[in-house]
């Protein structure tokens, strides 16, 4: 069964760090690419970056620096450590994932996602 959770989303001052986590089923924790996307308010869903089964990571040139993707395989879960949070960080991030061959940060490849989960950055 395919299924994804976020989790750790909060308020955090500016300059401040998060970490989120998604728990992935077994049978999602397989696929190929597990990516993070973020919407914020009156925008469109962007990618944040992407990791694959064999752990090539790619990041978004907006986060470049800050945030790392990393995952547990002992956990099944993907993670997003997010430091020097700026105020246009503010978003609904979510986790997805696919298993074709090629991972990229296009929404339509990814066929799993997770409900989401809300990080506010304050001033």
């Known amino acids: 069964q395919e299924q994804l959770m976020e989790s750790g989303g909060g308020s955090v001052q500016a300059g401040g760090s998060l970490r989120l986590s998604c728990t992935a089923s077994e049978y999602t924790y397989s696929s190929n690419c597990m990516a993070w996307f973020r919407q914020a308010p009156g925008k469109e869903r962007e990618g944040v970056g992407y990791?694959?089964?064999?752990?090539?990571?790619r990041y978004a040139q907006s986060i470049q620096g800050r945030f790392t993707i990393s995952k547990d395989n002992a956990k099944n879960t993907l993670y997003l450590e997010m430091n020097s949070l700026k105020l246009e960080d503010t978003a609904t991030y979510y986790c997805?994932?696919?298993?074709?061959?090629?991972?990229?940060?296009?929404?339509?490849?990814?066929?799993?996602w997770g409900p989401g989960t809300q990080v506010t950055v304050a001033s």
């Open positions: 997805a994932a696919h298993d074709k061959a090629v991972c990229q940060l296009r929404q339509d490849l990814f066929s799993t």
């Open positions: 990791i694959t089964s064999v752990g090539t990571i």
